[in-house]
């Protein structure tokens, strides 16, 4: 059964760094395409980073190129995401999602783990 685990959230002040992990399960992580999503408090959920699971090509919403990375990690089968350069507009609940085509669209996602939260604030 694939299961995602999402770790690493948390209250960060604006300027500082985070980095999320997404522990996969019941998969082997590099079979299928990985994206990380956010949604804020009032607003739609949005892809804002994914990972092929070929090539490992990544791709990134325009707000969070430069200061998030995505990467995953085969041997612990773990997914990152790297932020940093943190802004209040960051604060969202960030989830991981397994699919079959790196996407920043979320129909494109099969599995979903459980979120976690992270805000920005001073």
């Known amino acids: 059964q694939v299961h995602l685990m999402e770790s690493g959230g948390g209250l960060v002040e604006p300027g500082g760094s985070l980095r999320l992990s997404c522990a996969a399960s019941?998969?082997?992580?590099?079979?299928?395409?990985m994206g990380w999503f956010r949604q804020a408090p009032g607003k739609a959920r949005e892809g804002i980073a994914c990972?092929?699971?070929?090539?490992?090509?990544?791709y990134y919403e325009d707000s969070v190129k430069g200061r998030f990375t995505i990467s995953r990690d085969n041997a612990k089968n773990t997914m990152y995401l790297q932020m940093s350069s943190l802004k209040p507009e960051d604060t969202a609940v960030y989830y991981c999602?397994?699919?079959?085509?790196?996407?920043?669209?979320?129909?494109?996602?099969?599995?979903w783990g459980q979120g976690t939260q992270v805000t920005v604030s001073s």
């Open positions: 999602a397994a699919g079959r085509v790196a996407a920043l669209s979320d129909w494109m996602y099969d599995h």
């Open positions: 019941g998969f082997t992580l590099d079979t299928y395409s």
């Open positions: 990972i092929s699971s070929n090539y490992g090509d990544t």
